[in-house]
């Protein structure tokens, strides 16, 4: 489909620029206070348990994600883009069999990882936290593996009614409730003194409360008008052509998800094993500002993945360009302040955890750095997977693991938690030029605009800039309040200037815009 007319096109792109920053905004909000509170779980924990404790904890737990990105196996990007596709070529029969298909899969691996992570529990501890803390925390382990099942079908039905075009679900339940649940159950732990198994289990039982409350809200979308799915079944045949096409998708997806989540976490795991437990605690607490950039980047590609994928299903090519140069241009508006400000005031910020935690103050500004550079090439991976070169993402994944993988084992034994830095912002620029290279030769597609441009030297200005003259001059927690306070004034005021550029204008007049195809099947 292709819009005639410039004024036409552009009347399609600024209404859906419209939609997708309405659930956008929802999202941002809640991400927001997913990101304190999963922040205060984290200092809760450092503060609380001694650094080999708290290191030891974080490594699990990161070894908990990595197995719950195993089992899923892509099933929640499939469901999103599925579901996505299906609604906006009218298709809706086929949205019963790809919800089954995907839950009933998961749940198989899920419970069979679990289970074998629970027999081996005791060797699995000794091996990742090594055998002098292999007692306490093989407990840890058994409580996770409990919790793998749960928090993977709890996380394939938020997936679910995303793909429907809704994101309230994610922010009630993923955004705010289980962060909330989380910190509020570890300082009851601490209260009592309890061990770490304990605290384990207060970090996983929240999955089982948002895992109702997901079910929930999945179940009134489907009977109600505003999911839209027709129930009538497939014959036999067009089932099970849906099932091979969904996990054809969903294979590739999976493997790119847990070589997303391995190379988030694998260098705190190594590091726990190469190094011990107290410098994966400063790692992980350090990074954990870096989440703030990743969360804000998460909520916006929750949104755009079911409007892409539907855009990209109608081939709607001009508008889908037009469209992901904004996205780009709002990804450098919300990262690049987190980044610079982490980047200019990292010492500081990682004194909030405590002094010895000021060793990794390094590694936070490599990181923040490299961030500014990956975050201004736009979503393109996500481009990539709703166009369905998931297969393309998955090379591209394995590349930068295997990059990863390969310099934290070499370097970090003798140079420590800046070499975990180093190898991560080398895997990530590998896949960053890998994916900018396939995504302009494959869908013609660039993410450079001057919107883009302005953006980046607005926040530049304002919080890099700005924030090292306060540094300089003041320093403190004066300087990073100041920074963020007037930095933060002057940045919005600035891109309000920018409004039409960035098509935030549009948002105003959403209500005067006819809804294109795609818009009727997502809204």
Same mark, same amino acid.
């Given at each position: 489909?292709?819009?005639?007319?410039?004024?036409?096109?552009?009347?399609?792109?600024?209404?859906?620029?419209?939609?997708?920053?309405?659930?956008?905004?929802?999202?941002?909000?809640?991400?927001?206070?997913?990101?304190?509170?999963?922040?205060?779980?984290?200092?809760?924990?450092?503060?609380?348990?001694?650094?080999?404790?708290?290191?030891?904890?974080?490594?699990?737990?990161?070894?908990?994600?990595?197995?719950?990105?195993?089992?899923?196996?892509?099933?929640?990007?499939?469901?999103?883009?599925?579901?996505?596709?299906?609604?906006?070529?009218?298709?809706?029969?086929?949205?019963?069999?790809?919800?089954?298909?995907?839950?009933?899969?998961?749940?198989?691996?899920?419970?069979?990882?679990?289970?074998?992570?629970?027999?081996?529990?005791?060797?699995?501890?000794?091996?990742?936290?090594?055998?002098?803390?292999?007692?306490?925390?093989?407990?840890?382990?058994?409580?996770?593996?409990?919790?793998?099942?749960?928090?993977?079908?709890?996380?394939?039905?938020?997936?679910?009614?995303?793909?429907?075009?809704?994101?309230?679900?994610?922010?009630?339940?993923?955004?705010?409730?289980?962060?909330?649940?989380?910190?509020?159950?570890?300082?009851?732990?601490?209260?009592?003194?309890?061990?770490?198994?304990?605290?384990?289990?207060?970090?996983?039982?929240?999955?089982?409360?948002?895992?109702?409350?997901?079910?929930?809200?999945?179940?009134?979308?489907?009977?109600?008008?505003?999911?839209?799915?027709?129930?009538?079944?497939?014959?036999?045949?067009?089932?099970?052509?849906?099932?091979?096409?969904?996990?054809?998708?969903?294979?590739?997806?999976?493997?790119?998800?847990?070589?997303?989540?391995?190379?988030?976490?694998? &260098?705190?795991?190594?590091?726990?094993?190469?190094?011990?437990?107290? &410098?994966?605690?400063?790692?992980?607490?350090?990074?954990?500002?870096?989440?703030?950039?990743?969360?804000?980047?998460?909520?916006?590609?929750?949104?755009?993945?079911?409007?892409?994928?539907?855009?990209?299903?109608?081939? &709607?090519?001009?508008?889908?360009?037009?469209?992901?140069?904004?996205?780009?241009?709002?990804?450098?508006?919300?990262?690049?302040?987190?980044?610079?400000?982490?980047?200019?005031?990292?010492?500081?910020?990682?004194?909030?955890?405590?002094?010895?935690?000021?060793?990794?103050?390094?590694?936070?500004?490599?990181?923040?750095?490299?961030?500014?550079?990956?975050?201004?090439?736009?979503?393109?991976?996500?481009?990539?997977?709703?166009?369905?070169?998931?297969?393309?993402?998955?090379?591209?994944?394995?590349?930068?693991?295997?990059?990863?993988?390969?310099?934290?084992?070499?370097?970090?034994?003798?140079?420590?938690?800046?070499?975990?830095?180093?190898?991560?912002?080398?895997?990530?620029?590998?896949?960053?030029?890998?994916?900018?290279?396939?995504?302009?030769?494959?869908?013609?597609?660039?993410?450079?605009?001057?919107?883009?441009?302005?953006?980046?030297?607005?926040?530049?200005?304002?919080?890099?800039?700005?924030?090292?003259?306060?540094?300089?001059?003041?320093?403190?927690?004066?300087?990073?309040?100041?920074?963020?306070?007037?930095?933060?004034?002057?940045?919005?005021?600035?891109?309000?200037?920018?409004?039409?550029?960035?098509?935030?204008?549009?948002?105003?007049?959403?209500?005067?815009?006819?809804?294109?195809?795609?818009?009727?099947?997502?809204?």
């Amino acid at each position: 489909m292709s819009t005639p007319g410039g004024s036409g096109q552009e009347a399609v792109v600024g209404s859906t620029m419209a939609r997708i920053a309405r659930s956008g905004a929802a999202n941002l909000v809640g991400t927001g206070v997913s990101t304190v509170l999963t922040f205060s779980l984290v200092l809760i924990i450092a503060r609380v348990y001694p650094a080999q404790q708290a290191g030891a904890f974080f490594a699990l737990t990161s070894v908990f994600l990595i197995l719950l990105a195993l089992v899923e196996a892509g099933a929640d990007q499939a469901l999103v883009r599925s579901i996505a596709w299906a609604r906006a070529r009218g298709e809706d029969e086929q949205v019963p069999t790809v919800l089954r298909t995907g839950l009933i899969g998961v749940l198989g691996a899920a419970t069979l990882v679990a289970t074998g992570s629970f027999l081996a529990a005791p060797r699995l501890a000794e091996l990742i936290v090594g055998a002098e803390l292999a007692g306490q925390t093989a407990g840890v382990l058994r409580v996770l593996a409990v919790a793998l099942p749960v928090a993977a079908c709890y996380e394939l039905l938020l997936a679910a009614t995303r793909g429907f075009g809704v994101i309230r679900p994610t922010v009630l339940v993923e955004r705010m409730l289980r962060p909330a649940l989380q910190p509020l159950a570890a300082i009851a732990v601490a209260i009592a003194s309890a061990g770490i198994s304990w605290l384990a289990l207060a970090w996983a039982a929240p999955y089982l409360v948002g895992l109702a409350a997901a079910a929930a809200a999945l179940r009134k979308l489907r009977r109600s008008g505003t999911a839209g799915v027709e129930e009538s079944v497939l014959d036999a045949a067009d089932a099970a052509a849906t099932r091979i096409g969904f996990w054809r998708y969903a294979v590739p997806i999976g493997l790119v998800r847990v070589c997303q989540v391995t190379l988030q976490r694998a &260098d705190i795991v190594l590091i726990a094993a190469l190094r011990g437990p107290r &410098d994966a605690a400063i790692y992980t607490a350090v990074t954990r500002f870096l989440v703030v950039g990743q969360l804000a980047m998460q909520s916006v590609q929750q949104v755009i993945q079911p409007w892409l994928a539907s855009l990209l299903a109608a081939e &709607d090519h001009a508008v889908t360009g037009t469209v992901f140069k904004r996205i780009t241009a709002w990804f450098v508006a919300l990262a690049w302040p987190i980044y610079l400000t982490t980047a200019v005031f990292a010492e500081d910020l990682a004194g909030v955890f405590g002094s010895e935690y000021v060793a990794g103050a390094s590694s936070l500004v490599l990181l923040s750095l490299s961030m500014l550079l990956a975050t201004g090439k736009g979503p393109l991976d996500v481009l990539l997977q709703m166009a369905g070169r998931s297969a393309t993402s998955m090379v591209n994944a394995f590349v930068a693991l295997g990059v990863n993988l390969t310099l934290c084992v070499l370097l970090i034994p003798e140079h420590g938690i800046f070499a975990a830095a180093a190898a991560r912002v080398a895997a990530v620029w590998t896949r960053n030029l890998l994916t900018v290279i396939q995504v302009r030769r494959q869908l013609r597609i660039r993410a450079t605009s001057r919107a883009l441009l302005q953006v980046a030297v607005l926040a530049g200005a304002w919080f890099g800039v700005l924030g090292l003259a306060l540094d300089e001059t003041i320093g403190g927690p004066v300087a990073i309040g100041l920074t963020v306070l007037a930095g933060g004034s002057g940045y919005l005021w600035s891109l309000w200037r920018l409004r039409e550029s960035l098509g935030l204008a549009a948002i105003r007049r959403r209500r005067a815009l006819a809804p294109t195809p795609t818009e009727a099947a997502l809204s």
